[in-house]
């Protein structure tokens, strides 16, 4: 089963609109994290940010914000005011384990365009 | 400025000849790892290394090997046995312990196909 569900393959907006990007895990452990990073054209991934799992409390970044809801098993991100320069595929992940040891499972990723 | 370069950003296999792509960190971190990116899906793990002289399988290591002699660097090889190489490969760090827990820090990876 995969651990780390990304339903939105691709996502088109037009510059200025808000967007958000879903991602869905699955885990038995009580302690574990999540993450979101972002992967431009250029190839790396940036990392945006990290959340463990006894921390619900929503996170804004500027123009970036976090959903994180354990009881949907969801964290979901928002980007407001959508920029051309936002145009990237982004990964959700997740690491198992308070030392996290196992590994760092990621989602498929959705690709976001956004049109000027 | 420190980071993580991985080097050649393309390559080229012949059928049945092994190459080595490079991986080398400037921050001082102690694990290393190896994800491959095939289209249109997420990165998998290869191998990954908590500290010197030491490291460990991933999901997909077969076809593959690592060194970690240095702790600044963490070559991977893909040898003949890998059937299917062609892929974008990606190089990772992280701080400290705490292993997949801590955000890890990407190269800017290396495209590996087969002539």
């Known amino acids: 089963a995969q651990k780390v569900t990304q339903a939105q393959t691709e996502i088109s907006v037009v510059e200025k609109e808000d967007v958000t990007l879903d991602c869905v895990y699955e885990t038995r452990d009580t302690t574990y994290y999540l993450f979101w990073y972002k992967q431009p054209p250029s190839g790396e991934l940036v990392f945006l940010i990290r959340r463990n799992s006894f921390d619900e409390q929503n996170e804004i970044s500027g123009r970036y914000s976090w959903n994180f809801q354990k009881s949907t098993s969801s964290f979901n991100f928002t980007i407001t005011a959508s920029q051309v320069v936002d145009s990237a595929v982004y990964f959700c992940a997740l690491s198992e384990g308070a030392t996290g040891a196992n590994n760092l499972f990621f989602g498929t990723g959705t690709r976001l365009t956004v049109i000027p | 400025d420190g980071g993580i370069t991985q080097s050649p950003k393309y390559l080229f296999r012949k059928e049945g000849q092994n190459v080595t792509l490079s991986c080398e960190q400037n921050l001082n971190h102690d694990a290393m790892y190896w994800y491959r990116q095939d289209p249109g899906q997420g990165l998998r793990l290869i191998y990954y290394?908590?500290?010197?002289?030491?490291?460990q399988k991933g999901d997909i290591a077969e076809g593959y090997s690592v060194s970690r002699e240095k702790k600044e660097s963490f070559p991977l090889t893909v040898t003949s046995a890998q059937k299917n190489p062609t892929a974008f490969y990606l190089c990772a760090s992280s701080p400290g312990t705490g292993g997949f827990s801590k955000p890890q820090h990407f190269g800017d990876g290396t495209r590996l196909s087969i002539l």
């Open positions: 290394s908590q500290i010197v002289n030491d490291f």
